[in-house]
T-cell receptor, first 114, second 112 residues
Framework: DTAVSQTPKYLVTQMGNDKSIKCEQN?????MYWYKQDSKKFLKIMFSYNNKELIINETVPNRFSPKSPDKAHLNLHINSLELGDSAVYFC?????????????FGSGTRLTVV | GEDVEQSLFLSVREGDSSVINCTYT??????LYWYKQEPGAGLQLLTYIFSNMDMKQDQRLTVLLNKKDKHLSLRIADTQTGDSAIYFCAEKGTAAGNKLTFGGGTRVLVKP
């Protein structure tokens, strides 16, 4: 049973479209994250939610809007997609109170904007 | 702000030891982590070390932390071809949200 699952795994879409990526975790964690990994493998945090509350909102275009309907789900909606949005997007979760544990990552969504 | 740096590439012969180095700038780092990413996969947590420790050993993995120099290393003993991957070092500071800041990753290639 997958701990952190993302859908879809691959997404190819045209510039200007709107798309969503979904993430679900069954670990009972209270914090979820979105990271973007660019073509050079550099990982940058985008957002973090703790118990449905937005905690971290890095410098991300407001075309990106996260939504957390409950603490087990964190979705990412992207409006007006641009070529530069092509990347692998990783969802992750952690148990905030357990300070020594890192994140559990999903397997990623590879977004290609053409 | 936080910054984490790693060398880009390491080539090692099967059976030898690999050492991957990382430096960080955040003096408030509480925990430091090593993650492994295989092609097409997510990041897998390998090991972590608390900032008041200077060494941690876990089977073939040894983590060394020099807090004064803000230097972290991961040694893999008896490196196998299955160890070929990208290795990321990450640090957790005291900022809200348990944010991990990652290095750029070190690509390790194990040659038979």
């Amino acid at each position: 049973d997958t701990a952190v699952s993302q859908t879809p795994k691959y997404l190819v879409t045209q510039m200007g479209n709107d798309k969503s990526i979904k993430c679900e975790q069954n670990l009972g964690h209270d914090t979820m994250y979105w990271y973007k990994q660019d073509s050079k493998k550099f990982l940058k945090i985008m957002f973090s939610y703790n118990n449905k509350e937005l905690i971290i909102n890095e410098t991300v275009p407001n075309r990106f809007s996260p939504k957390s309907p409950d603490k087990a789900h964190l979705n990412l909606h992207i409006n007006s997609l641009e070529l530069g949005d092509s990347a692998v997007y990783f969802c992750a979760s952690s148990q905030g109170a357990q300070r020594d544990y890192g994140y559990t990552f999903g397997s990623g969504t590879r977004l290609t904007v053409v | 702000g936080e910054d984490v740096e790693q060398s880009l590439f390491l080539s090692v012969r099967e059976g030898d030891s690999s050492v991957i180095n990382c430096t960080y700038t955040d003096s408030s780092s509480t925990y430091l982590y090593w993650y492994k990413q295989e092609p097409g996969a997510g990041l897998q947590l390998l090991t972590y070390i608390f900032s008041n420790m200077d060494m941690k050993q876990d089977q073939r993995l040894t983590v060394l932390l020099n807090k004064k120099d803000k230097h972290l290393s991961l040694r893999i003993a008896d490196t196998q071809t299955g160890d070929s991957a990208i290795y990321f070092c990450a640090e957790k500071g005291t900022a809200a949200g348990n944010k991990l800041t990652f290095g750029g990753g070190t690509r390790v290639l194990v040659k038979p």
